[in-house]
Nanobody, 123 residues
């Protein structure tokens, strides 16, 4: 089992920044790839970004490319999502996810989910 706990969400004005963290515990070696997803009210959960085990390969949804950066610190079992130039349409609950490969994660093949953290961007 793997437990994922997100933190860092909150309320920010448009154009501002937030950094989300996801702390993993348990059988973390099974989390070869980590990802972030988000779900806005009335919408389906969508892929935001993913990172491989070594951190040298990252993937992003077009909607966040150039504004969001995903990184990981394996010594701390933590994954981060740096969000810059935030827009009101970024408002959502953000979920951390663990999977067996980056392509698997991108396609929604998730073994473990976090509980989510709310990000609200005001205009």
């Amino acid at each position: 089992q793997v437990q994922l706990v997100e933190s860092g969400g909150g309320l920010v004005q448009a154009g501002g920044s937030l950094r989300l963290s996801c702390a993993a515990s348990g059988r973390t070696f099974s989390c070869y790839a980590m990802g972030w997803f988000r779900q806005a009210p009335g919408k389906e959960r969508e892929f935001v970004g993913a990172i491989n085990w070594t951190g040298d390969s990252t993937y992003y949804a077009d909607a966040v490319k150039g504004r969001f950066t995903i990184s990981r610190d394996n010594a701390k079992n933590t994954v981060y999502l740096q969000m810059n130039s935030l827009k009101p349409e970024d408002t959502a609950v953000y979920y951390c996810a663990c999977g067996r490969g980056t392509r698997v994660v991108i396609n929604g093949g998730i073994d473990y989910w976090g509980q989510g953290t709310q990000v609200t961007v005001s205009s």
